[in-house]
Nanobody, 121 residues
Framework: QVQLVESGGGLVQPGGSLRLSCAAS????????INWFRQAPGKDRVGVSCISRSDGSTYYTDSVKGRFTISRDNAKNTVYLQMNSLKPEDTGVYYCAASQSACGIGYPPYWGQGTQVTVSS
């Protein structure tokens, strides 16, 4: 019933841009904190960005600050991750995850299936 679906991934050259979408169904996304995680080949899943349910505050890991922007469209029940100036190090499977906790707190109970982002020339 509760479902998150990521889309927008693909192959892009370094310096290019992608816009990832995380669409929610079965619940109202505006009541949830939404995280974006990335898992690169052979590496652990790490947090990339987060938008808080409480005050809409946004957070980014240092490596993407100034290049990525997270946003929310409650009317569409969707959260976006705009990724600009992409680097090969940004490559990985991107997952969105929802929780009712603040950003950085706990393990989100709801996860999408992931969307592949590959940055390569």
């Amino acid at each position: 019933q509760v479902q998150l679906v990521e889309s927008g991934g693909g192959l892009v050259q370094p310096g290019g841009s992608l816009r990832l979408s995380c669409a929610a169904s079965g619940f109202s996304l505006d009541y949830y904190t939404i995280n974006w995680f990335r898992q690169a080949p052979g590496k652990d899943r790490v947090g990339v960005s987060c938008i808080s349910r409480s005050d809409g505050s946004t957070y980014y890991t240092d490596s993407v600050k100034g290049r990525f922007t997270i946003s929310r469209d409650n009317a569409k029940n969707t959260v976006y991750l705009q990724m600009n100036s992409l680097k090969p190090e940004d490559t990985g499977v991107y997952y969105c995850a929802a929780s009712q906790s603040a950003c950085g707190i706990g393990y989100p109970p709801y996860w999408g299936q992931g969307t592949q982002v590959t940055v390569s020339s």
